[in-house]
C-alpha cells in the first residue's frame, strides 16, 4: 500500500522526520519497502515564459521556441507540442537535465536543421501522470526561474507492506492512530458532522432476505441532486497520482479518496439511469454485468448484487456497473455505502477474478461501525466539490457490530513475550489504539473497537501492547535451567576439535586413528626418541616411544594402503603430541597427509601430483573452521626438518606465533616408509590460536553486501626471481583496505622465456585487485589513484617495477 507524507499529516500531527516516521511503521508491523521522493525526480527542471513560438518552415507541427528561463539569456527549444504558444508559462528541462520519463539526460540537438537546447516538458515526461497530448501549462503567476520542484511540492510516497490480519492499515487514518500510539504525534480529532437532508429520496433501498442475514446486513445510501461533476481540484488528484490511482471525475474520486483515507469503500450511481428503488440480492441465473474495468461478467447464484428494479447494476463490495456510471453530464448521484461479508466477497471475487480496491478491503474485514458516518463524510465532500442538495438518508439494516470484551491478565505480556510493562502502560498503549480497557484486579477487561477484527483473544491484545512497545527493543533472556539438566560441558579445546574434524572431513580426508605411541626410528625421524620419551611398560617392543607428531601414524597407514594397490590416498587425524614427560607436556593437532595424485586417471588428463599447496589449503581449511584470521595469516619460510627445504612453509600469526606447519615431505623420510607419489603433509596446533576475548566471538561475520558495481584492475610487475607472491599480495591490500575487496595473483612468467625479455634473474608477476565502493560510485581519478597506491606499496616492498 501507498500513502504520501502530506495525506498522512492530515490525520497526525506531528514534527517527527520521514525517517523517522519510517522507521516506527516498520517497528509497528507495517513494514516500509521504499520511500519516493518525486522532488529528486524533478531535479532541475524549472519554470519557463515561452518568448515566442514560430513553425518551422517545413514542418506541419514543430516549433522554434524562444524560452526565458530566468538565467538572463534566451534558449532556441524545438518542440512539437500542439499547445505550445506564445506568451505561456511552461516547464522546461536545460540541457544536461535527466529527464525520467523518457530514461535520458538532455544533450543539444538539431531538428530540421534548428538547434534545440532543452525540453518543454509534458506530465508523462516527469512522470507525473500518464498525459502527453501537450506540454504541462502553468498559471500566468507561476514565477519564471523558480525550480518547478519548489513551484509545486510533491509529497514523498511511503509504501509499505501488510499483513491480511490489518485491516485497519489499509487507512491512512489507522497507520496515523498506529504512529500516535507510538508517541510519533497525536492524532488529529476526524468526527464526521450529521448532515441533515433537504428533502427525501425518491430512491429507496432494501435487503433481500437471502442477504440480509449475513452477505449484506447494513445498506446506507443517499441522492444528491444538482451536481455539477467534471474533473476533481488538483489537491485531490495528486494525491490519487501519488498512490498510484488515475483520477476519473469528482464524483468517483469522492470515493476512491476514501476508500484510502478511511478504508471505506463507497460507490455512486447515476440516478436518472437507475430504475426504481435500490436492491441488495443473490444473482439470478443467466444475469450478467457489464463491469466498470470494461469487462462483462456471467453471474453465478450466490453471489451478491446491487440491483434497481430491472437489472444488476453492481457487483456487492467489489466493482460497479458501466450502465449506471458517473459521467460529465450526470447531475444526480446516489451514493451507496455498504457492509458485505468479507468471506462471500472473497469467493464472489476469485470466481470472476476481478481484483479491485473494494474487494481488497471488504474481504479483509471493512469497519462495520462507519458505514453511517462513511457516507455522510463522502456526501459532504461532494456538496463541497460539485456542490447541490443532499437527500435524507435511506437505510436498510443495521451494522453488525459485535460487542467483544476479552479479558487481558497483567502477567500475561511478560510471560508471553517476555515485555515488563508496568499495568498503567498497558493500558495506555490499548487506549492509544481505541481500545477500551478496564481495571479489574489482577486483569483487564479490554473492549475491542470495530475496526480491528483480527483481535479475538488475549494473545491479540497482548501483540497490540508489545509492538506499540516495540518488540525490537527486547533484550534476550536465557531461559531458566531447570533441575537436573546439566550444564555445557565442552571444553574449548573440543569444541575445536570437532570444528576442525568437519572441516577436514568435508575437504574428503578420511580419518584415521592410529596409537599415540610409535617405534623409536620413527620417533627419531620427527624429532623425538630420547630416552624420556620411552614407555617403561610398552604394549609391543616396536611401540616403544611417545609420538612427537601423528603424522608418523598416518604415514606407516598409507604405507599399508599402498601395499594393497591403493595409491592415492588422504587421511587426518586430529590427537595429541608429546613433546616432554611431564603433564602439560603436549599439544592436541590436526594432522593430515596426501599421497599420489588428486584424482584418478581419466580421459580429460584433470588428474595432478599432490603438491605443497594442496596441504597449506587443508591448513588453512582447518584454521578458517576454528575463527582464524586466514588472510591475515603470514607464511614463513620455517618448517621442521622433516619437510622438503624448498617446498615447505609456516602459517603465523605474529612473528612468533607458529600455527601450521605444512608442504611436501623430506625424501629421506618419504624412502624410509617406501611410499610412492609425492607426498605432502600437513599439522595445525589446535592450541596455538588465541581464545576470543570475553564477550567476542570467533564466528564468521555478517555479510556486508553493496550494492554498487565493483570495480577490477590488473597490474603486471616484473621483478627478481626470487620474490615471493605473498609479498605481492599483502603490499596491494595495504594500499587502500577501505576500497580494496580482495587481491589475488593470476598469472606468474618466468624461466628461460621470461629472462631473455625481462634480463637475467626476473619474472613477471600478474595480480588483479578488486575494489568495491561502499557510498558510492567511484570516478576515475579515484580509481587511478587507488592504481597509483598500489603500484608504488608493490615497488616499495618487493622492488618490482610496472610492466611496460
Not at 490489518?166 to 487507512?171: K, M
Not at 499495568?423 to 487506549?431: D, G, N, S
Not at 599415540?516 to 630416552?531: E, V
Amino acid at each position: 500500500m501507498k500513502i504520501t507524507l502530506g495525506w498522512l499529516k492530515d490525520h497526525l500531527e506531528t514534527s517527527a522526520s520521514l525517517e523517522e516516521i519510517a522507521a516506527a511503521m516498520t517497528d509497528l508491523g507495517l513494514e516500509v519497502e521504499g520511500i519516493e521522493d518525486p522532488a529528486s525526480r524533478l531535479k532541475g527542471f524549472v519554470v519557463a515564459r515561452v518568448i515566442e513560438a514560430a513553425r518551422i518552415e517545413g514542418s506541419d507541427h514543430l516549433n522554434r521556441c524562444r524560452v526565458d528561463a530566468g538565467t538572463g539569456q534566451e534558449i532556441q527549444v524545438v518542440c512539437g507540442a500542439h499547445n505550445a504558444r506564445t506568451g505561456m508559462k511552461a516547464v522546461f528541462a536545460p540541457v544536461g537535465t535527466y529527464v525520467p520519463g523518457i530514461d535520458k539526460t538532455l544533450k543539444p540537438g538539431k531538428l530540421m536543421g534548428v538547434e534545440s537546447n532543452g525540453m518543454l516538458c509534458s506530465e508523462r515526461e516527469l512522470e507525473l501522470s500518464d498525459e502527453h497530448g501537450g506540454i504541462i501549462e502553468l498559471p500566468e503567476d507561476a514565477p519564471v526561474g523558480v525550480a518547478f520542484s519548489v513551484y509545486r511540492p510533491a509529497d514523498p510516497v511511503i509504501e509499505f507492506k501488510l499483513t491480511p490480519n490489518r485491516p485497519d492499515a489499509l487507512a491512512v487514518r489507522g497507520v496515523a492512530r498506529d504512529l500516535a500510539a507510538r508517541g510519533i504525534g497525536k492524532l488529529k480529532p476526524a468526527p464526521v458532522e450529521p448532515l441533515p437532508g433537504a428533502f427525501v429520496s425518491p430512491i429507496k433501498v432494501k435487503l433481500a432476505p437471502e442477504v440480509a442475514e449475513g452477505a449484506c446486513p447494513h445498506f446506507v445510501g443517499r441522492l444528491i441532486r444538482g451536481v455539477k461533476n467534471g474533473p476533481s481540484p488538483q489537491w485531490l488528484q495528486d494525491r490519487l497520482k501519488a498512490v498510484g490511482l488515475r483520477p476519473i471525475n469528482a464524483l468517483v474520486d469522492v470515493t476512491n479518496f476514501f476508500t484510502l483515507d478511511r478504508a471505506r469503500p463507497l460507490h455512486v450511481y447515476d440516478a436518472a439511469k437507475l430504475s426504481g428503488d435500490v436492491l441488495v440480492r443473490s444473482a439470478r441465473e443467466g444475469e450478467s454485468l457489464a463491469a466498470l474495468d470494461g469487462k462483462s461478467y456471467d453471474l453465478a447464484p450466490g453471489m451478491t448484487v446491487i440491483a434497481d428494479s430491472a437489472k444488476a447494476v453492481g457487483i456487492g463490495g467489489i466493482m460497479g456497473g458501466t450502465e449506471t456510471g458517473c459521467e460529465e453530464e450526470t447531475v444526480e448521484v446516489f451514493l451507496e455505502g455498504a457492509w458485505f461479508d468479507p468471506i462471500r466477497t472473497a469467493e464472489t471475487g476469485r470466481k470472476l477474478r476481478i481484483n479491485s480496491d473494494a474487494r481488497y478491503r471488504f474481504e479483509r474485514g471493512v469497519d462495520p461501525g462507519f458505514t453511517r458516518e462513511g457516507v455522510e463524510a463522502a456526501a459532504r465532500m461532494i456538496l463541497e466539490l460539485c456542490g447541490g442538495e443532499v437527500s435524507q438518508e435511506v437505510e436498510a439494516g443495521a451494522a453488525p457490530i459485535q460487542s467483544r470484551i476479552l479479558p487481558l491478565r497483567k502477567a500475561r505480556l511478560k510471560a508471553l513475550v517476555g515485555l515488563d510493562l508496568a499495568p498503567e502502560i498497558q493500558a495506555a498503549h490499548l487506549e492509544a489504539l481505541g481500545f477500551k480497557a478496564h481495571d479489574r484486579g489482577d486483569r483487564f477487561e479490554v473492549e475491542v473497537p470495530s475496526w480491528r477484527p483480527d483481535v479475538h483473544g488475549e494473545a491479540d491484545l497482548v501483540e497490540e501492547v508489545a509492538r506499540v512497545a516495540s518488540l525490537t527493543k527486547l533484550e534476550s533472556q536465557p531461559l531458566a535451567r531447570p533441575l537436573g539438566v546439566a550444564k555445557p560441558v565442552l571444553t574449548l579445546r573440543q569444541r575445536r576439535t570437532a570444528a576442525a574434524r568437519r572441516a577436514l572431513a568435508a575437504a574428503g580426508l578420511n580419518e584415521a586413528v592410529t596409537y599415540s605411541f610409535i617405534p623409536a626410528d620413527q620417533a627419531a625421524l620427527f624429532g623425538g626418541g630420547g630416552p624420556e620419551m620411552k614407555l617403561a611398560n610398552p604394549i609391543a617392543a616396536d611401540l616403544s616411544d611417545m609420538r612427537p607428531s601423528a603424522l608418523p601414524g598416518l604415514l606407516a597407514a598409507a604405507a599399508r594402503n599402498q601395499a594393497r594397490g591403493f595409491l592415492d590416498l588422504g587421511f587426518f587425524e586430529i590427537g595429541a603430541e608429546f613433546f616432554g614427560p611431564e603433564p602439560g607436556q603436549q599439544r592436541e593437532t590436526a594432522a593430515g597427509i596426501l599421497v599420489g595424485g588428486t584424482t584418478a586417471r581419466e580421459w580429460s588428463g584433470a588428474r595432478r601430483p599432490v603438491d605443497a599447496f594442496d596441504a597449506k589449503g587443508l591448513a588453512e581449511a582447518a584454521l578458517a573452521a576454528l575463527g582464524a584470521p586466514v588472510a591475515s595469516l603470514q607464511v614463513a619460510r620455517e618448517a621442521p626438518e622433516w619437510l622438503h627445504p624448498g617446498r615447505s612453509g609456516a602459517l603465523k600469526l605474529g612473528p612468533k606465533n607458529t600455527l601450521a606447519v605444512f608442504g611436501e615431505l623430506h625424501p629421506r623420510v618419504v624412502e624410509f616408509y617406501g611410499l610412492r607419489g609425492p607426498v605432502v603433509v600437513f599439522s595445525v596446533d589446535l592450541d596455538a590460536l588465541p581464545a576470543a576475548p570475553a564477550g567476542k566471538t570467533r564466528a564468521r561475520p555478517p555479510l556486508e553486501a553493496s550494492d554498487l558495481q565493483p570495480v577490477e584492475r590488473d597490474f603486471a610487475f616484473v621483478a627478481e626471481s626470487s620474490a615471493e607472491a605473498a609479498a605481492f599480495l599483502r603490499a596491494a591490500r595495504g594500499a587502500d583496505k577501505a576500497l580494496i575487496a580482495e587481491a589475488r595473483i593470476f598469472d606468474v612468467f618466468e624461466g628461460p622465456k621470461a629472462e631473455a625479455q625481462f634480463g637475467p634473474g626476473k619474472k613477471s608477476v600478474a595480480l588483479t585487485i578488486r575494489l568495491q565502493p561502499r557510498e558510492r560510485t567511484l570516478t576515475d581519478a579515484e580509481i587511478e589513484a587507488v592504481s597509483d597506491k598500489v603500484v608504488k606499496a608493490v615497488a616499495k616492498t618487493t622492488g618490482a617495477a610496472l610492466r611496460g
